[in-house]
């Protein structure tokens, strides 16, 4: 590739164009071989017929190979760890794993140390990330004080600071009256609800209820615990007419319960990790705690209809449900260790496994993981359209590699899918036209 | 204009009791209105004091902490001439209803004419009153209504615009718990005005449109074009998390400052029932603002208005006035006479 605009940590120069691409656009529904030209980080243009007489003076060219060019990816899902958990991963670490991963947005969670649930804290990782100058950082806010599940935040102050939405992170909000209160109340701002949804009665367990945490002893949590809070929710959602989206879903039951709920028209979203459709709970096999995830992965039944409720559009969307953990905090009994898998390199790769097994259209995979998540969240990003920001990746569809977690660009390397098989290779990360992150620079 | 005491005996009033604004009717809350007004006259003058109520008894009788309301109905008791009996009771210590009939029984036995009730729990003043064989007074009960609040807000409003009918009216905050905006948006709404509430969800009560209101939950938008912004006070116990998350986002959406009321008309007015959070629901120099602000008026209003319905609830007792005959045509005495009727 031929270009002196995009090298990592340069500002592009004025007009940049990315030439023998194959256009993708979940959003249009266009694929199409052609060009794209950015300008002052924003797409100015592109179609397929687009510099067919090849690319003028004082415009710097980069000549994608014929590989795909797609609006970058959005995880809507992820923990930063800072403030509070440097160690484990922080605003900048995680950028530069997003990069690498073909991510240009993500949303991170606010249960950092303090909790994000006053507008300093929202301030200070839109700070931190205008430092970092990598990927682009919204943050939700804490749906209660603390994350205690008691007191509603200020959600109409965090919302004008940028919160994009408000959730209790880990935890569900199981109090149904304050549950019903945060709806009620984040209806006056227009804002969405992001729920955990797993009942914390039934949610003591480590693993998915069932022959394998039997056989390993371990104490189960059946996929009623999710189903049970997702059914409340929509009867919630029903009642106060808020916007909710409930986060990693992971079991059929809840799908069919969210399938039912956007028929009536519920103003209702959700999403899933690739975990949840690429493994079951056979991978915690030997007590491997990496493959220790909250929620469980689960049954295979339960895998099958998480992939086929991508493939349908149920789940709205992929995030990466990026949870970086270090050493000490996975090396532990199976039932001490902490829950999560750092994704956001493996987040396309592994996405990308539907369309490589024929379930899925390639403009639909990455419409879940762009233009899906954008509209969720309300952002501008994620489609390839004039004015649009250019947050592009650019990919390798077939080329094939096996997962490294010692190789993440992450804090913390805590995969489960070591060695793993993929397809589907980024090549290139750009941010507002500013290239953050290029294969083999 | 009729004498004080004179209007009353037309029977334009036809009801034993005040127990709210629900089912009064237009001419019946304009006869109040009108009669309210001969009383502000009187208490602008030197000598407050009429002898129309001389040798009745009226009991305050209060299950919940009020300085206002209460001290307003004691002084309209005593510039009528009545002789005025405050009761507060805790009602902390009393948990029961049947106590309640109790302590109704036993104030009845003392031969009362008029009962002004006030008790924290919606529909407690109804169940008094049909244990008791004088007229009844709501000064309010639970989150249901305050009807004598309503009618000296209407009174302020028609004093200030010449009308009722036809005005926006905005009423803003804690409407799920307000007896005040209840007894309000059915005053307005019989009255012709157009009721506005505004309000975060959580402080507004399921199906509240189906009261003939509109619903907002943005306070420019609500208060575009409005003649009246009637504040509503919110309970320092719901500003912390539970149905508002602190008073600095309260104040920032709902309270009432310069900045959201350039919305209204140029010329609106501002009401408040008090007593007022300051900086809470609104902006400390707009409540003291002498052209905008009508809360003076309104605690001004409130004895006079409470002098009219002691006035009218008291007319049986005092006869019919013949010379009140003048001012409009009479109503069967059987309506006014139903006293007793009802168990």
């Not at chain 1, 990466?320 to 902490?338: C, G, I, N, V, Y």
């Not at chain 1, 493996?346 to 899925?360: D, N």
């Amino acid at each position: 590739m031929n270009d002196s605009a995009g090298t990592p940590g340069r500002t592009a120069v004025r007009r940049t164009a990315f030439v023998n691409a194959r256009l993708l656009d979940p959003a249009s529904g266009l694929d199409a071989p052609g060009a794209l030209v950015v300008e002052d980080g924003r797409i100015a243009d592109l179609g397929p017929g687009l510099l067919a007489e090849g690319v003028s003076e004082g415009m710097a060219r980069i000549d994608c190979g014929g590989h795909c060019l797609a609006p970058g990816l959005i995880d809507m899902r992820v923990q930063l760890r800072e403030p509070g958990e440097e160690h484990k991963e922080t605003i900048a670490s995680a950028g530069v794993a997003a990069a690498e991963g073909g991510v240009t947005s993500v949303a991170a969670l606010p249960n950092t140390e303090p909790v994000v649930d006053d507008v300093s804290g929202v301030e200070f990782v839109a700070r931190r990330a205008r430092e970092a100058k990598l990927v682009k950082v919204y943050t939700y806010a804490a749906a209660t004080r603390r994350l205690e599940g008691k007191e509603i935040t200020e959600i109409g102050l965090l919302a004008e600071f940028g919160a994009v939405g408000f959730t209790d992170g880990l935890h569900a909000v199981a109090d149904a009256l304050v549950m019903r209160r945060v709806l009620d109340y984040a209806r006056a701002f227009d804002q969405l609800i992001v729920q955990h949804p797993e009942e914390p009665s039934l949610a003591a367990g480590v693993m998915n209820e069932g022959e394998v945490a039997t056989r390993l002893g371990l104490a189960g949590i059946p996929a009623a615990a999710e189903a049970i809070m997702v059914e409340r929710d929509l009867r919630l959602v029903e009642l106060t007419g808020a916007r909710y989206h409930a986060a990693h879903i992971s079991t059929a039951a809840a799908v069919e319960a969210i399938r039912g709920a956007k028929a009536r028209g519920l103003a209702v979203t959700c999403d899933t990790a690739p975990h949840y459709f690429t493994l079951n709970e056979h991978a915690v096999g030997d007590y491997r705690s990496f493959a220790k995830v909250s929620p469980p992965l689960r049954a295979e039944a339960d895998r099958a209809a998480i992939a086929a409720a991508v493939a349908e559009g149920t789940i709205d969307a992929v995030a990466s449900d990026h949870s970086p953990h270090d050493q000490e905090s996975k090396r532990l009994p199976f039932a001490h260790a902490a829950p999560g898998i750092a994704g956001l390199e493996t987040l396309l790769a592994l996405t990308l496994a539907l369309y490589h097994k024929g379930e899925l259209g390639l403009l639909d995979v990455l419409g879940r993981m762009t233009v899906r998540p954008a509209g969720i969240l309300g952002l501008e990003a994620g489609r390839l359209a004039k004015g649009a920001p250019a947050d592009l990746v650019l990919f390798d569809l077939e080329r094939p590699w096996r997962i490294d977690p010692d190789a993440f660009r992450s804090k913390s390397k805590n995969s489960p899918f070591e060695n793993h098989p993929v397809q589907g290779k980024v090549l290139r990360t750009v941010v507002d036209g500013r290239t953050v992150f290029e294969a083999g620079a | 204009m009729t004498a004080p005491g004179l209007a009353a005996a037309n029977l334009g009033y036809a009801h034993r009791h005040l127990l709210g604004i629900e089912g009064l009717s237009a001419d019946e809350i304009s006869f109040l209105l009108d009669l309210s007004e001969n009383y502000v006259e009187l208490s602008r003058r030197g000598n407050k004091k009429t002898a129309l109520l001389r040798g009745l008894t009226i009991i305050n009788l209060f299950f919940e902490n009020s300085t206002r309301t209460r001290t307003s109905f004691e002084l309209a008791g005593k510039r009528l001439g009545a002789d005025v009996i405050n009761m507060s009771v805790a009602w902390s210590s009393i948990k029961k209803g049947e106590t309640l009939i109790d302590t109704a029984m036993t104030l009845n036995a003392m031969h009362p004419d008029v009962l002004v009730v006030r008790h924290p729990d919606s529909g407690a003043v109804k169940l008094l009153s049909e244990k008791v064989t004088c007229a009844v007074i709501n000064a309010g009960d639970g989150s249901h209504e305050h009807p004598t609040q309503a009618l000296l807000d209407g009174l302020t409003i028609r004093r200030r615009t010449g009308r009722l009918e036809g005005l926006i009216v905005a009423i803003c905050g804690d409407i799920l718990h307000s007896r005040v905006a209840r007894s309000n948006i059915q005053l307005l709404g019989i009255m012709g005005a157009r009721v506005r509430v505004v309000a975060p969800p959580t402080l507004l009560p399921a199906a509240v449109e189906r009261l003939g209101v509109e619903v907002f939950f943005d306070m420019k938008e609500a208060l575009k074009d409005c003649d009246i912004v009637m504040m509503l006070r919110l309970q320092t116990e719901r500003m912390h998390g539970t149905f508002v998350p602190s008073t600095r986002e309260y104040f920032r959406f709902y309270g009432l400052d310069a900045d959201k009321l350039k919305a209204a008309k140029p010329d609106a007015s501002i009401m408040h029932p008090g007593p007022m959070n300051r900086g809470i629901e609104i902006d400390s120099e707009l409540a003291d603002d002498i052209d905008r602000s009508l809360i003076r008026e309104q605690v001004e209003m409130g004895v006079a208005v409470r002098m009219a319905c002691l006035d009218a609830l008291t007319q049986d007792l005092r006869g019919h006035n013949l010379a009140a005959a003048e001012v409009g045509p009479e109503v069967g005495p059987e309506v006014g006479s139903g006293a007793g009727a009802r168990s």
